[in-house]
């Protein structure tokens, strides 16, 4: 089955460690997204990728840097930077970058810092 | 820019009675819009979207929004409530920017009373 995978479901960080959230696709899609959801705020676009080596930040991007080495995957380091990682992080994919692509999105990561 | 606002963080309804969701949107030329469902830890689910054909559009689960462009309105609907429908709702639109950034509502919170 086509889908997106990311892993690992729950996250525990300690304060000032940098953490990677994986995330692979096996739709062939070429864009990918990152987003933070927050109780209350809905999602808030953090990076997105249109093609392989290439990237952009999205509308909160302070503290978390991303990858696009392959196609299907495009990891999110969240950075001791981020103030507050606290939060559920969700992965997406759509067939390219366009207003009427559907995103697909994976089932979440939930980054609890401690 | 873009925005969303769904009216209503909380919605309940009794199990078979009509569900309504409100979404309202600015936008300065004709959007996409879409409607996603996200049930708890998991990662969200497209319902609809609307793209410029009918204004009347139908999705899964039974649900369906009506877009409006005099009332800038993308509201969404189902006639009889199931147990099952009880989730969060998000609302969004495209962004008018090169990329295809969707632009999230707060969500609505939906619960179905027996």
């Known amino acids: 089955d086509g889908g997106i995978t990311q892993s690992p479901k729950y996250l525990f960080r300690k304060e000032g460690q940098n953490v990677t959230l994986s995330c692979e696709q096996n739709?062939?899609?070429?864009?990918m997204y990152w987003y933070r959801q927050d109780p209350g705020q809905g999602l808030r676009l953090i990076y997105y990728s249109q093609i392989v080596n290439d990237f952009q930040k999205g509308d909160i991007a302070e503290g978390y840097s991303v990858s696009r080495e392959k196609k299907e995957s495009f990891p999110l380091t969240v950075t001791s930077a981020q103030k507050n990682p606290t939060a559920f992080y969700l992965c997406?994919?759509?067939?390219?970058?366009?207003?009427?692509?559907?995103?697909?999105f994976g089932p979440g990561t939930r980054l609890t810092v401690l | 820019a873009q925005s969303v606002t769904q009216l209503g963080s909380h919605v309940s309804v009794s199990e078979g009675a009509l569900v309504l969701l409100r979404c309202n949107y600015s936008?300065?030329?004709?959007?996409?819009l879409f409607w996603y469902v996200q049930y708890p830890n998991q990662g969200l689910q497209l319902l609809l979207k609307y793209t410029s054909a009918a204004t009347l559009v139908k999705g899964i689960n039974g649900f369906e929004a009506e877009f409006k462009k005099s009332e800038t309105s993308f509201h969404l609907t189902k006639p009889s409530a199931h147990m099952s429908d009880a989730a969060e709702y998000f609302c969004a639109v495209s962004d008018q920017g090169g990329a295809q950034k969707l632009v999230f509502g707060q969500g609505t919170r939906l619960t179905i009373n027996p």
């Open positions: 739709l062939n899609h070429d864009a």
């Open positions: 997406a994919s759509s067939i390219n970058l366009g207003q009427a692509y559907e995103q697909f």
């Open positions: 936008s300065s030329v004709p959007p996409y």
